[in-house]
Each structure stands twice: as structure tokens, then as C-alpha cells.
């Protein structure tokens, strides 16, 4: 976080206000005082000046108006006068004048070097306006020689009502303003005082109130961090007291939040890592945010690689759909990765993470491996199509015969047989082709047990082989290759003599004339394998591995005109499986086929017995 100015501080804000405070409330009250007091220290003057004056007058009165020897009248009067004077020399009072009312001369000064006055009539406009009115006159002036300020007044010298004469007076009130002065440099002195003082305590004060704050703004630094350890310092009761301890109650608060959503994480984490389906969670914009390992395996995909790619571009679906189709997807989609040799399909539902106003957070996929299912679906609609397909053949060959015979064929003694007999051969083949499917579906389902007993391979073996001896055309020879001694197996006489049937009548049905068909048993380890060879046309080597197939023909015409329903060896392939054997086959095209099957046997149970 950005460190505070110092200028910014709640430090230099308060004591700026504190002081700002001080200097305008001694502002406020320094003009108030000043002036107040300034008025009445010059009342006071003045009042005193114009005492000093009133006295002075009386005694003027007394002098101007006394009877005087004519001779020396005037001079005498001026001696009066001069000896009043003498008394107003100092203080306050600069100089006082005397100024005769009818001559309008100065008839006395009080200052001694200026004695040459004495005599001459004034020019002052305010004596003569005063003796004239017989008011009194005053005005506050500036020295001009010394710039100092002075007080001029003049007072009119009345007897009996009338007026005799004029004092007139220059007082220094200079002396008024050198007072206000020094009380002015007390006062500045008195606030640069209180200023400091308060600067000082504004400084104590601020820190009281940014000290837990700045407290609080370490600890929620150390919040951030994910630190709970610390703690608020509370310094008092009051309402930053009561923050700090709400603070801490705050953190308290936050941080069993963060341990149950942490917890909370781990378990989702763990659910996600145990799950055997992919899961993949995506932003709001359909940005991958979350992968667990089993997607990752399933896309084959590195973590680092996923994060923040687009949902549509890493399930390969971006030419099918937008991430806003996704959204609004509520079916599962099938996304295909097979390969011409690897069979891969994954299936992914949807599901929109959205909050109680309806805004879409996100989009869950789980991803399922189809691939098994999808296989067993598609062979489900294969053997399906491939079951109507046998049924139609069969049944459209007999609507066509039985349609020639009641247009008119049956009459036909030559044909009617022929045609009954293909629809007969027909009948026959589509029962066989229902036996078939009814015996593996037998076998499909659950409950399918075996009933197995003991018996020996070679001499079960023979009997079969014997019965087709019987009924085989003369021109094929069959050549028995068994062991002398007993092979003992576990078996289903039943199911095991159907194997064998399938096999032995494929070997007869391709064998040419003149063929010979081998039969075979061989001792092994773990198992005894039995083999049925044949010398006939042989089957092409890619499709060697297929014969085993439900519905599977090497050449679909021909083995249909044989009365094959390729669902022979796919049934002998089951009932050896139910019998944990194996079954396979080796051909060589032109040249014949063998057919092996293995059967779980032990080799050396006899000899113990013996
Ligand atoms: P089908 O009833 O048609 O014979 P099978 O399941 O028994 O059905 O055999 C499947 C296919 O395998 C046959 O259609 C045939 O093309 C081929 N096949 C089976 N056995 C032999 C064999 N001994 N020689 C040549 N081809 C064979």
C-alpha cells in the first residue's frame, strides 16, 4: 500500500486546524480588545487633557479679566499668563497657547524657546472658528517633522458667556498609541505562545487517534497475508476503541471463514482427485479455472497447458458449438476421439454454476468414458439390423414362391415340388437362425450356468466324431489324431458337443471333394487344446480374426447358399469362453483351415490318482 503523505497525514491535518483555529479565535478577539481598549485609553487622554484645560481656563478668566493699571495693562497680563503656563510644561501636553479673544494675538506659550510667538496674531483657522463659535475644537494629527501623532485642541475662555479668549493646546497622544503598542507586542507574543502549545498538543492528540488506527491498517495488511495471529491494541473505551474491538472480533470472524472454506476446499479438492469421472470447471466466459487429474488423462492433456484455454476449443468442439450453446445444452453431448484402430468416446454433461438471481458463474462438464457402452450400443443396433436383415431374406425368397404357387404353380406337377422345397429349405434355415439367437441370448443373460462333469476328452471326442462319420459324404476322409490314454475334463457334455458340431459341419461345408479333415487333441501345461482342420478354400488373412463375429461371413452368398447363419462360430466362441478356454483359428487361403480350442485342464491329476 502506497505510504501517506506527509502532508496528508491526519498528523499535519489536525494540528493545521488546531492552529488555524487559534490564530482566527486570537484574531477575532485581538481586533475586539485592541480597539475597544484603544478607544478608551484615548477617551481617558483626551478627558484628562481637557480637565488639565477647563482649570487652566478658570484661572485664564480670573487673569484676562482683572483690573489692570492702564501702563503696564497688557504686560502684566502676558506675566500672568506666562507663570499659569509655566505649570503645563511637561507630561502629556506638548505646548499650550494663549490667544487673546478680541486681538486674536497669542498672548502666552508654554514652550520657552518659542517665546518669539508671543505677541503675534494667530493664523489658525480653528482659534479663530473657536473664538468666533465659542465651541470647542480638536483634531488628531501627524507631526510632520518627527511623524509622531499629536492631539490639537482648542477651547474657548468664556466670561460671563462671553468669549475672551482661546487656549490652545498640542498634546502628545503619541503616547496613547506607543501603550497600544506594547499591548499589541504582549498580545502577538501571548498567541505565537498559544500556538506552539497547541501545535504541540495537536501533535499528542493526533497521534492518540492515529496510533490505533495505524494499528488497524498493519493489521489488515497482515489479513491480507493471510496472518490471524494479530491483534488490535485497544487504548480506551471510546469510538475508536470500539473499532479496534470490532476489528478484532472482524479478524476473529474471518478467520474461522477462511478455515471452513478452507476446509471446505479440501474436501471438494479430495472429491475431485477420488472421482473416476473427469471434472472440468469453467469461468463465466468459458475459460477452463479448474481440472482434475482424471480429465486431464481422459483429453490427455497437461494442467499448465488447460488453464484459461476455451471449454469448446480443448473438448475439440468448436466447429459444433459456441460456449453459449454449451449453456443452454441441457443433453449430454458424445465427444468422438476414435481413431481407425482405437475406439475413444467420452461423454460430457453440463451443468450451469448460477447464482439465485439467475447470472451464469460458470459451467461444470463431467466427463465419462463411453467407450464401452457406446461399443455395446453399437453392436446392440448392428446385431439388431443384422437379425431383420437375415429374417427379411428368408421370409421375401418364400413370400415370392408361395405367391408363384397360388398364382397358378401349384398345379405344376414339375414345379410345385421344387418350390415347396426351397420354401421348406428356407423354413428350415430361419428356425436354425432362431434356435441360434435364442441360444445366445441364453447366454447373454446372467443367470446362464454350465453343467459341468467330468469327462474324458478322447473318448467324447470319438463319439462325435463318429456320428458324422456317418452321415459325411464318402469322398472325405477324416483323420484321427487323439492321445491313447483318458484326457479327464471338466465340462458341459451339451454345450461342448454344440462346439464341436459347429466346427465339424464349417469343415465339411467348405471342404472339397476328396478333402480330408484332421481332428486333433494336445496335451499342454495348463490345457488341453483340441483342432478340427480342414483342406478346403481357406479364409483371407485380414478377416481371419472376424469369423468369430456375430453375423460374420467370409463371402455372404456363398455360405447363405450353404445354409450358414454366421452365427455358429460366434456361439462356439461363447460356450468355450463359458469354459475359461480360448478359441482361435489359422487358415492359409486355397490351402484349409484349422479351428484350435483350449480347454483349463491338469496334466498330472491321472498319474497321481494312479
Ligand atoms: P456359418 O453358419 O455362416 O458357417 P459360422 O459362424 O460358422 O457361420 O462361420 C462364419 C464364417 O466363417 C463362415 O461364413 C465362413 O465364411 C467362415 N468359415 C468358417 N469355417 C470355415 C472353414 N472351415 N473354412 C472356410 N471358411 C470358414
Do not use: C
Not at 131 to 147: F, H, K, M, N, R
Amino acid at each position: 500500500m502506497k505510504k501517506v503523505s506527509f502532508f496528508q497525514s491526519v498528523h499535519v491535518k489536525t494540528v493545521l486546524i488546531y492552529m488555524l483555529l487559534i490564530i482566527i479565535a486570537m484574531q477575532i478577539i485581538g481586533v475586539y480588545f485592541v480597539r475597544q481598549l484603544e478607544a478608551t485609553l484615548k477617551d481617558n487622554f483626551k478627558t484628562s487633557i481637557i480637565d488639565k484645560v477647563n482649570i487652566l481656563s478658570y484661572y485664564l478668566e480670573e487673569q484676562l479679566t482683572q483690573e489692570k493699571p492702564p501702563e503696564d495693562g497688557a504686560a502684566s497680563v502676558e506675566e500672568g499668563v506666562r507663570r499659569l503656563l509655566l505649570d503645563y510644561r511637561s507630561g502629556d501636553i506638548a505646548e499650550v497657547r494663549v490667544i487673546d479673544g478680541k486681538t486674536l494675538k497669542i498672548i502666552g506659550t508654554s514652550e520657552p524657546d518659542n517665546q518669539i510667538v508671543v505677541g503675534q496674531k494667530t493664523t489658525d483657522t480653528r482659534i479663530r472658528r473657536t473664538i468666533a463659535t465659542a465651541q470647542s475644537d480638536d483634531q488628531e494629527l501627524v507631526e510632520p517633522e518627527t511623524g509622531k501623532r499629536i492631539w490639537v485642541l482648542v477651547s474657548p475662555v468664556k466670561s460671563n458667556g462671553e468669549v475672551i479668549g482661546a487656549v490652545y493646546v498640542v498634546s502628545k497622544i503619541e503616547n496613547v498609541f506607543g501603550q497600544m503598542q506594547d499591548i499589541n507586542r504582549i498580545f502577538s507574543t501571548g498567541t505565537a505562545l498559544a500556538l506552539a502549545i497547541t501545535a504541540i498538543l495537536g501533535i499528542f492528540l493526533a497521534r492518540a487517534i492515529t496510533r490505533p488506527i495505524t494499528d488497524m491498517r498493519r493489521q489488515a495488511l497482515a489479513l491480507a497475508k493471510g496472518n490471524f495471529s494479530r491483534k488490535v491494541k485497544i487504548y480506551g473505551h471510546d469510538e475508536i476503541g470500539q473499532l479496534a474491538a470490532t476489528f478484532n472480533t472482524l479478524t476473529k470472524k474471518l478467520q474461522e471463514a477462511q478455515a471452513t472454506t478452507e476446509s471446505e476446499r479440501r474436501k471438494l479438492s479430495s472429491v475431485l482427485s477420488s472421482m473416476t469421472d473427469g471434472v472440468i470447471a469453467t469461468d463465466r466466459r468459458g475459460r477452463v479455472i479448474l481440472i482434475n487429474e482424471p480429465a486431464l488423462q481422459m483429453l490427455d492433456v497437461s494442467r499448465e497447458t488447460v488453464l484459461s484455454t476455451p471449454l469448446v476449443s480443448l473438448l475439440e468442439l468448436e466447429e459444433e458449438y459456441t460456449f453459449d450453446e454449451l449453456l443452454s445444452e441441457g443433453e449430454s453431448v458424445l465427444l468422438n476421439y476414435s481413431t481407425a484402430t482405437n475406439p475413444y468416446i467420452l461423454r460430457a454433461n453440463f451443468s450451469i454454476i448460477q447464482k439465485e438471481t439467475g447470472f451464469v458463474n460458470g459451467l461444470i462438464t463431467v466427463l465419462h468414458d463411453a467407450t464401452e457402452q457406446e461399443k455395446i450400443e453399437m453392436e446392440r443396433r448392428e446385431f439388431v439390423a443384422n437379425v431383420s436383415h437375415e429374417l427379411r431374406t428368408p421370409l421375401t425368397t418364400m413370400r415370392s414362391y408361395i405367391e408363384a404357387l397360388a398364382d397358378g404353380a401349384w398345379q405344376d406337377k414339375e414345379i410345385a415340388p421344387n418350390f415347396l422345397n426351397v420354401v421348406q429349405n428356407e423354413t428350415e434355415r430361419m428356425i436354425r437362425l432362431v434356435n441360434d439367437l435364442l441360444q445366445l441370448s441364453k447366454m447373454d443373460s446372467k443367470d446362464y450356468k454350465l453343467s459341468k462333469e467330468w469327462v474324458d476328452l478322447v473318448v467324447f471326442f470319438n463319439r462325435i466324431i463318429d456320428r458324422f462319420e456317418l452321415t459325411k459324404e464318402e469322398n472325405i476322409n477324416f483323420e484321427r489324431m487323439l492321445p491313447e490314454k483318458a484326457i479327464l475334463v471338466e465340462i458341459d457334455p451339451d454345450k461342448l458337443t454344440q462346439v464341436l458340431d459347429n466346427i465339424i459341419s464349417n469343415a465339411l461345408k467348405y471342404s472339397p471333394a476328396g478333402g480330408q479333415i484332421t481332428f486333433k487333441i494336445k496335451e499342454k501345461e495348463d490345457d488341453v487344446v483340441v483342432s478340427i482342420s480342414d483342406q478346403g478354400m481357406g479364409i483371407p488373412k485380414g478377416k481371419v480374426s472376424k469369423i468369430f463375429t456375430r453375423f460374420y461371413r467370409v463371402d455372404k452368398a456363398r455360405t447363405r447358399k450353404l445354409g450358414g447363419t454366421g452365427l455358429g462360430l460366434a456361439i462356439a466362441k461363447e460356450m468355450v469362453e463359458a469354459h475359461d478356454g480360448q478359441i482361435w483359428a489359422r487358415s492359409i487361403e486355397g490351402k484349409g483351415t484349422t479351428i484350435f480350442f483350449s480347454l483349463p485342464y491338469e496334466k498330472y491329476e491321472e498319474d497321481e490318482w494312479n
